[in-house]
């Protein structure tokens, strides 16, 4: 799988999303640093954010965190990922 350029960061948390996902819903992968290798996944939906699963162990209050700053940029995540998809 490759990864896309970084959609954005957040603190420590780097924010984006595999090249080759473009048929699957919208969302985003969160992983600290420079290891990609293990990720956190959100779905990014018109109505909210939803964690899929936190296989890089997140604390939780750094999670909620995370979780609210998507909020506040799912219209800008949904844009980017139509225009890198092209759709």
Same mark, same amino acid.
């Given at each position: 799988?490759?990864?896309?350029?970084?959609?954005?960061?957040?603190?420590?948390?780097?924010?984006?999303?595999?090249s080759?996902?473009?048929s699957?819903?919208?969302?985003?992968?969160v992983?600290v640093?420079?290891?990609r290798s293990?990720?956190?996944k959100?779905? #990014?939906?018109?109505d909210g954010?939803?964690l899929?699963?936190n296989?890089?162990?997140i604390a939780?209050?750094d @999670?909620s965190? #995370?979780?609210?700053? @998507?909020? @506040?940029?799912?219209?800008? #995540?949904?844009?980017?990922?139509y225009?890198?998809?092209?759709m």
């Amino acid at each position: 799988m490759m990864m896309s350029p970084n959609v954005m960061r957040y603190r420590n948390f780097s924010i984006g999303f595999f090249s080759d996902e473009g048929s699957e819903p919208v969302h985003v992968h969160v992983w600290v640093g420079s290891d990609r290798s293990v990720l956190s996944k959100f779905w #990014i939906k018109k109505d909210g954010v939803e964690l899929a699963h936190n296989k890089a162990r997140i604390a939780d209050r750094d @999670l909620s965190k #995370i979780e609210k700053y @998507l909020v @506040l940029n799912r219209q800008m #995540i949904i844009a980017r990922w139509y225009e890198y998809f092209e759709m």
